[in-house]
């Protein structure tokens, strides 16, 4: 199957733009009435000379306007209603544009950061934050700018082409070709220049993703930069990525600087041979004078706005690869599908099944091998094994982060895939190791997810987690700003608000990653005493490093190499005599005690 070309970009955003159809046509009328009065000066001109000079016989007069002065008068208030329309129209183009930009701006914003929630975490694996980040918000932003300013620009230089183009041919046809002969020049050099100038900034927008990139990942790991003291080499990076930023404008600068004295000599040459051949067309008496001095006043006002072109070309070509990139990133498929049975968390039990489970990721490194086992309802399971084995690709299969490759995983007798994915994830909570605390307070940090939750249920669910004695003790209680990933807490206390976030969330299923392995004995033993309440009656998956922490789970899975090679209790496993007793032995010091003992 050939893959179908894309399309202009340009035609992609009118596509995506096209139920603000409406506003776009009511903001092309006002710039086109806008650019039509804003011509008629130069014309009110050509009349007062025709006044001046022809007097009782000017045009005005064979409309029954005799005197001379009344009819100054009537121009003057003709004049003053033209001018009037005139900001009117302008006020009310650039009214609808910008709000129609910021419109559209917001919802092309919104619409990239709901698609990009929806991808894979396969996806993100390959994509930098920076990078993604340079999309919704600088491209997002530049496109904008666009919308704002660059489509009005376009629809009035065309409006003023057609109606003093329009105007000469009434006027003076056998001169009126020498005026408009630099137009055909100017759009083929525009065109031209619209050519040239799109990969060059096209490149502009890539380095920005990559400096973007670099600053972002330096920003999340200055204090691993001010630990190693690499300060200086790092903002030697940020310098050769902000240098070939400013190579890249730089190289689209110089196309784009050329274009205005370029198109500046095409128009001259029109101005000079109305001036000069209108000139003396009037002294041979062919044209008349007013006729000639409207002609020389609309060719500046034909010609000179063609010189805006290149700016206008310049945001359209920025906005184009913008839009190349959101359109692009929008393209981009998710292979997880939501399913259509509705699973209320009320009604879920817990089983959890894996029934000849494979998992491997997308550069072909397989994880999961033929995994079978049975969790029942309200049961606590742990898994463990060395690192690498697996155990975390576990949680996130069932957690429908990742799709299997082959077999099935049930919820109560559901195929994950069959569900609605909320669904699935509102009956699973998850109380991981690397703990994410979002900037904000500790109170929105413990309800986040069960954004309804009143101040009781908080405070309730934070003494259950063990954590309601030390956020009193910190400066503003539940409304102390925790910063950014929780930066001002200690990694026990953090632990403990995700905890209590999850007792908050009070799901069927409960999945403990890693939950005590990076804090103090101290800390682990406030956590172990918060989840032995906590996973009474609802099913528990726990993931364990420190074996002694899952000795009283109902059951045990060891996994080794994608699959599970023990199963059974604490005091059979070590009956066994396998993998989990000697992981066993390594961590009560018998191993260590057995070497002493032989020296």
């Given at each position: 199957?050939?893959?179908q070309?894309?399309?202009?970009?340009?035609?992609?955003l009118?596509?995506?733009?096209?139920?603000?159809?409406?506003?776009?046509?009511?903001?092309s009328l006002?710039?086109?009435?806008?650019k039509?009065?804003?011509l008629?000066?130069?014309?009110?001109?050509?009349v007062?000379v025709?006044i001046?000079v022809?007097?009782?016989?000017?045009?005005?007069?064979r409309?029954?306007?005799?005197?001379?002065?009344t009819?100054?008068l009537v121009?003057?208030?003709?004049?003053l209603?033209i001018?009037i329309l005139?900001?009117l129209?302008?006020?009310?183009?650039?009214?609808?544009?910008?709000?129609?930009?910021?419109?559209?701006?917001?919802?092309?914003r919104?619409s990239?950061y709901?698609?990009v929630?929806?991808?894979d975490?396969?996806?993100?694996?390959?994509?930098s934050?920076?990078?993604?980040m340079?999309?919704?918000n600088?491209?997002?932003?530049?496109?904008?700018?666009f919308?704002d300013?660059?489509?009005?620009?376009?629809?009035?230089v065309?409006?003023t082409?057609?109606?003093?183009?329009t105007a000469?041919?009434?006027?003076?046809p056998?001169?009126a070709?020498m005026?408009?002969?630099?137009?055909?020049?100017?759009?083929?050099g525009?065109?031209?220049?619209q050519k040239?100038?799109?990969?060059?900034?096209?490149?502009?927008r890539?380095q920005?993703?990559?400096?973007?990139?670099?600053?972002?990942?330096?920003?999340?790991?200055?204090?691993t930069?001010?630990?190693f003291t690499a300060?200086?080499?790092e903002?030697?990076r940020?310098g050769?990525e902000?240098q070939?930023?400013?190579?890249?404008?730089?190289?689209?600068?110089?196309l784009?600087?050329?274009?205005?004295?370029?198109?500046?000599?095409?128009i001259?040459?029109g101005?000079?041979?109305i001036m000069?051949?209108?000139?003396?067309l009037?002294?041979?008496?062919?044209l008349?004078?007013a006729?000639?001095?409207?002609m020389?006043?609309?060719?500046?006002?034909l010609l000179?706005?063609?010189?805006?072109?290149?700016e206008?070309?310049?945001l359209y070509?920025?906005a184009?690869?913008?839009t190349?990139?959101?359109?692009d990133l929008?393209?981009?498929?998710?292979?997880l599908?939501?399913g259509?049975?509705?699973?209320p968390?009320d009604t879920v039990q817990?089983?959890?099944v894996f029934d000849?489970v494979?998992?491997?990721?997308s550069?072909?490194?397989?994880?999961?091998?033929g995994?079978?086992?049975?969790?029942d309802?309200g049961?606590?399971a742990a898994?463990?094994?060395s690192?690498?084995a697996?155990?975390?690709?576990?949680?996130?299969?069932i957690?429908?982060l990742?799709?299997?490759?082959?077999g099935q995983i049930?919820?109560d007798?559901?195929?994950?895939?069959?569900?609605k994915?909320?669904d699935?994830?509102d009956?699973?909570?998850?109380?991981?190791?690397?703990?994410f605390?979002f900037?904000?307070?500790?109170?929105e940090?413990?309800?986040?997810?069960?954004?309804?939750?009143?101040d009781?249920?908080?405070i309730?669910a934070a003494?259950v987690?063990?954590?309601h004695?030390?956020i009193m003790?910190?400066?503003q209680g539940?409304?102390?700003?925790v910063?950014?990933?929780?930066?001002?807490?200690s990694g026990?206390q953090?632990?403990r608000?995700?905890?209590?976030r999850a007792?908050l969330?009070?799901?069927?299923?409960?999945?403990?990653?890693?939950?005590?392995?990076?804090v103090?004995n101290?800390?682990?033993?406030?956590?172990?005493?918060?989840?032995?309440?906590?996973?009474v009656?609802?099913t528990?998956?726990?993931?364990?490093?420190?074996?002694s922490?899952i000795?009283?789970a109902d059951?045990?899975?060891?996994?080794?190499n994608?699959n599970?090679?023990?199963?059974?209790r604490?005091?059979?496993l070590?009956?066994?005599n396998?993998?989990?007793?000697?992981l066993?032995?390594?961590?009560?010091?018998?191993?260590m005690?057995a070497?002493?003992t032989?020296?």
């Amino acid at each position: 199957m050939t893959k179908q070309p894309k399309k202009h970009p340009f035609i992609r955003l009118l596509g995506y733009a096209r139920h603000h159809r409406r506003r776009v046509i009511l903001a092309s009328l006002f710039s086109i009435l806008n650019k039509f009065v804003d011509l008629a000066p130069p014309a009110l001109i050509g009349v007062a000379v025709d006044i001046v000079v022809e007097q009782e016989n000017s045009l005005l007069a064979r409309f029954g306007v005799e005197d001379v002065f009344t009819q100054l008068l009537v121009l003057g208030v003709i004049t003053l209603i033209i001018w009037i329309l005139e900001s009117l129209f302008d006020y009310l183009n650039r009214l609808i544009w910008r709000g129609l930009a910021q419109t559209i701006e917001h919802e092309l914003r919104i619409s990239t950061y709901s698609h990009v929630q929806s991808l894979d975490l396969s996806y993100f694996e390959d994509q930098s934050t920076g990078s993604l980040m340079s999309i919704i918000n600088d491209d997002v932003n530049q496109l904008e700018r666009f919308l704002d300013i660059g489509a009005n620009s376009l629809l009035q230089v065309a409006t003023t082409v057609i109606v003093i183009s329009t105007a000469f041919f009434i006027l003076a046809p056998s001169v009126a070709w020498m005026a408009l002969l630099p137009v055909p020049i100017i759009i083929y050099g525009s065109m031209w220049f619209q050519k040239q100038i799109g990969p060059r900034y096209s490149a502009v927008r890539e380095q920005v993703s990559i400096l973007n990139s670099q600053l972002s990942n330096n920003l999340s790991g200055i204090t691993t930069i001010k630990s190693f003291t690499a300060e200086d080499h790092e903002v030697e990076r940020i310098g050769n990525e902000s240098q070939a930023y400013e190579h890249y404008n730089r190289r689209a600068i110089v196309l784009s600087a050329a274009f205005t004295p370029i198109i500046r000599m095409a128009i001259v040459s029109g101005f000079l041979a109305i001036m000069i051949f209108g000139g003396d067309l009037v002294i041979k008496g062919s044209l008349a004078v007013a006729a000639y001095s409207t002609m020389v006043f609309m060719t500046q006002r034909l010609l000179w706005p063609l010189t805006t072109l290149g700016e206008t070309f310049d945001l359209y070509q920025r906005a184009m690869a913008s839009t190349t990139r959101i359109m692009d990133l929008l393209d981009v498929e998710t292979d997880l599908h939501d399913g259509d049975v509705v699973l209320p968390t009320d009604t879920v039990q817990g089983e959890v099944v894996f029934d000849n489970v494979h998992f491997e990721y997308s550069n072909g490194a397989k994880v999961i091998k033929g995994l079978n086992f049975t969790i029942d309802a309200g049961e606590t399971a742990a898994i463990v094994g060395s690192t690498g084995a697996g155990k975390s690709t576990i949680i996130k299969l069932i957690l429908r982060l990742y799709e299997v490759s082959q077999g099935q995983i049930k919820l109560d007798g559901y195929d994950l895939r069959d569900l609605k994915m909320k669904d699935l994830r509102d009956a699973i909570g998850l109380v991981s190791q690397d703990v994410f605390l979002f900037h904000g307070t500790v109170k929105e940090n413990i309800a986040y997810g069960t954004f309804d939750a009143d101040d009781a249920s908080i405070i309730a669910a934070a003494k259950v987690a063990e954590a309601h004695d030390f956020i009193m003790g910190l400066p503003q209680g539940y409304d102390t700003i925790v910063g950014e990933r929780g930066q001002k807490l200690s990694g026990g206390q953090r632990q403990r608000i995700s905890i209590a976030r999850a007792i908050l969330k009070d799901p069927p299923v409960l999945v403990l990653d890693e939950a005590t392995s990076s804090v103090d004995n101290e800390t682990e033993a406030a956590i172990q005493r918060s989840l032995e309440r906590i996973i009474v009656g609802r099913t528990t998956i726990v993931i364990a490093h420190r074996l002694s922490t899952i000795r009283h789970a109902d059951v045990i899975f060891v996994v080794e190499n994608g699959n599970i090679i023990e199963r059974g209790r604490h005091e059979d496993l070590l009956a066994e005599n396998g993998l989990y007793a000697a992981l066993w032995r390594v961590q009560t010091g018998e191993t260590m005690r057995a070497l002493q003992t032989s020296d």
